[in-house]
């Protein structure tokens, strides 16, 4: 499937509030609610969060790319990275829930790897029904 | 004081972003937001950022009706007190077409008022043309 959205940018961590920025036009232009976008942005927020951690071996600097897809009932949201792949890291920095995050926001995951090898996070979220859904957490 | 090299902050950095929009009524609130945030983190006054946004309106107004294959790839490059906006997979006459539709009645081209430089390129990868703009934050 063609993306409706591609954004790329230098995988460092002020880049995130670029992607949360353009995630808030999406919503604008797909009348998303403010409870299913802020998940939305959660999610996508943590994927990035991720690559710029984990994907790239200190001091050297690489690209992330969001991608989005928009259906009549969900959007499909893809983060890939160029780096070293999705693979067990015991010295992370981090508390090590962002995919738990992520899983528990969107309605579906794959972690994997897309048809150029680019390892890719590809997160689906319903734009019908409530936000939070899955964990019954709603506000 | 460790006497060590001072970085350089952020903000002051280049700072690029490449965004590809297939659907025409994505592309403003996307785009506007993508160059606020970058011109806001880069310092730019209020009025030049404003000015920005106009020619982001004036682009994403009538890109599409110049794509060359349904979708437009727009290069946001900020550094050194200047914006860079490249439009990109326009057709080849479109970059022309383009900045002959920004013409408003009784203000002018918007383009060419908020820009200190705007050039017409062809583009490689599409076979088609682009759109360079150049803004200067003073």
Known sequence: ?139 | MSGSAVEEPRHTAEMTARIRLVSGPMARPVLCRVVSMVLTRAEWPIDRLDDAMLACDALCAHAYDHASDGRITLEVCARDGTLELRVRELARDGAAALLRDARLPGVGNVLEHVAERLAIEPDEQSGGSQLVLVISSS
């Open chain 1, 1 to 139: 499937m063609r993306p409706d959205i591609e954004l790329a940018l230098a995988a460092r961590a002020e880049n995130i509030a670029i992607v949360r920025h353009a995630l808030g036009g999406l919503g604008d232009a797909l009348a998303i609610s403010p409870q299913k976008l802020d998940d939305i942005r959660i999610a996508v927020s943590e994927a990035c969060a991720n690559v710029v951690l984990h994907a790239y071996p200190p001091g050297s600097e690489g690209q992330m790319e969001i991608s989005a897809c928009t259906s009549e009932d969900e959007l499909v949201v893809a983060v890939r990275d160029w780096g070293r792949g999705i693979r067990p890291r015991p010295d992370s920095p981090g508390l090590g829930l962002g995919l738990s995050m992520i899983a528990a926001l969107a309605e579906e995951v794959q972690l994997g790897h897309d048809s150029e090898q680019h390892t890719e996070v590809r997160m689906t979220f319903s734009l019908n029904g409530s936000s939070r859904a899955k964990d019954g957490h709603g506000r």
